[in-house]
């Protein structure tokens, strides 16, 4: 068991033990006890814990995991901005034709625009995958861009575009609430 599930387990059986003991408590006392309606307010209390804290384990078990995607996706959509500033940069610098543009830049505003990426528990794996489809859009466009490839595959840099958008669709962006 993981550190992370080690913690949860003993954080889960602290509120058993509290919620036991609180019933117990409750049971010992006549109902017509002054004392019983603040201890039964009590325990039902320390139920409403329990249960709000079941609620949230599998969130809190799948958080390194998500973490672990959120580093691979933030830093895959940075990598892919640098690498489109410099086929910009190669547009120039060895002369290519001014063209190549239209295909270059907005490739790096569509790079730029995945920063704001926020990687959330339900998606991490979703969108871990979107960004290894990001990577093998821009080696597409680096061999095209570059002319290692033929020019035709050109072709597939538009659909790659609407396959990564539609893919990264519903994906919330940081500061935007649902």
């Not at 995991?65 to 547009?91: D, H, I, P, Q």
């Not at 595959?153 to 919330?172: E, H, N, Q, R, Y």
């Amino acid at each position: 068991m993981s550190g992370t599930g080690r913690e949860l387990a003993q954080e889960h059986q602290l509120l058993r033990e509290a919620l036991r003991e609180r019933h117990a408590r409750v049971v010992r006392l006549d109902q017509d006890d002054a004392s019983f309606d603040a201890e039964y307010g009590q325990m039902v209390v320390e139920a409403e814990r329990l249960l709000e804290f079941e609620r949230g384990v599998p969130a809190r078990l799948a958080e390194p995991r998500r973490e672990r995607s959120e580093r691979f996706v933030k830093w895959s959509w940075r990598a892919e901005t640098a690498v489109a500033v410099l086929l910009v940069a190669a547009v120039f610098v060895v002369g290519n034709t001014a063209w190549w543009l239209v295909l270059l830049v907005p490739h790096l505003l569509a790079t730029l625009m995945g920063w704001t990426v926020e990687v959330t528990a339900a998606r991490h794996v979703h969108q871990r995958r979107v960004a290894v489809g990001l990577h093998v859009l821009c080696v597409l466009v680096a061999l095209v861009s570059l002319g290692v490839v033929s020019a035709w595959f050109l072709i597939a840099v538009p659909v790659g575009w609407i396959v990564v958008g539609v893919a990264s669709k519903d994906t919330p962006v940081k500061g935007q609430t649902r």
